[in-house]
T-cell receptor, first 115, second 115 residues
Framework: GAVVSQHPSWVICKSGTSVKIECRSL??????MFWYRQFPKQSLMLMAT?????????EQGVEKDKFLINHASLTLSTLTVTSAHPEDSSFYIC???????????FGPGTRLTVL | AQSVAQPEDQVNVAEGNPLTVKCTYS??????LFWYVQYPNRGLQFLLK??????LVKGSYGFEAEFNKSQTSFHLKKPSALVSDSALYFC?????????????FGAGTRLAVHP
């Protein structure tokens, strides 16, 4: 399978600040990556599909101006939570589909806490 | 719309006993089905998938799953549970409608293996 890393693994920030989360594909050039969020004791919800060299595709109900996604290279996608508020506190996980494209491989996740 | 259901919030099993974690699905067309496992504060680890072929799929860590088209089920099984198998398990179906290999997850089942 593919190897995906995320940085940071956890972050605490003040309300109103912006936070950037990086997702790297370590062994594959990923044209498509996915961003999910997971609230405590809940399932994963897809936020957006990140496409290298073009705009991300956001799921219904996800604010594109609040959750900025940049996929500037084949190995890096970033998610920026702008003007974060306590309700944005969550576990954010990225994934990519690897060489064959039929299976998603997930990063270790980033725990965001907004005070 | 594609969906998956995991009817059990939690499954308890004694170490050494067989375990089953249930999953049913609803799809139009042929299903692409997946099982993932999540340990606390970690991303998801891929266990196994069914795309086509044999109904019994073998995966990582001794897990297997049986695809049953007539019952629209894809239950995860292991002949002999280990305490280290205790984790959160997610069933997922690929949503081919969006064209981006999106995954739709079940709510998750917490597996607790007791010594």
């Amino acid at each position: 399978g593919a190897v995906v890393s995320q940085h940071p693994s956890w972050v605490i920030c003040k309300s109103g600040t912006s936070v950037k989360i990086e997702c790297r594909s370590l062994d594959f050039q990923a044209t498509t990556m996915f961003w999910y969020r997971q609230f405590p004791k809940q399932s994963l919800m897809l936020m957006a599909t990140s496409n290298e060299g073009s705009k991300a595709t956001y799921e219904q109900g996800v604010e594109k101006d609040k959750f900025l996604i940049n996929h500037a290279s084949l190995t890096l996608s970033t998610l920026t939570v702008t003007s974060a508020h306590p309700e944005d506190s969550s576990f954010y996980i990225c994934s990519e589909t690897g060489e064959w494209g039929d299976t998603q491989y997930f990063g270790p996740g980033t725990r965001l806490t907004v005070l | 719309a594609q969906s998956v259901a995991q009817p059990e919030d939690q499954v308890n099993v004694a170490e050494g006993n067989p375990l089953t974690v249930k999953c049913t699905y609803s799809v139009s067309g042929n299903p692409y089905l997946f099982w993932y496992v999540q340990y606390p504060n970690r991303g998801l680890q891929f266990l196994l998938k069914y795309i086509t072929g044999d109904n019994l799929v073998k995966g990582s860590y001794g897990f297997e799953a049986e695809f049953n088209k007539s019952q629209t089920s894809f239950h995860l099984k292991k002949p002999s549970a280990l305490v280290s198998d205790s984790a959160l398990y997610f069933c997922a179906v690929r949503d081919g409608m969006g064209g981006y290999n999106k995954l739709i997850f079940g709510a998750g089942t917490r597996l607790a293996v007791h010594p």
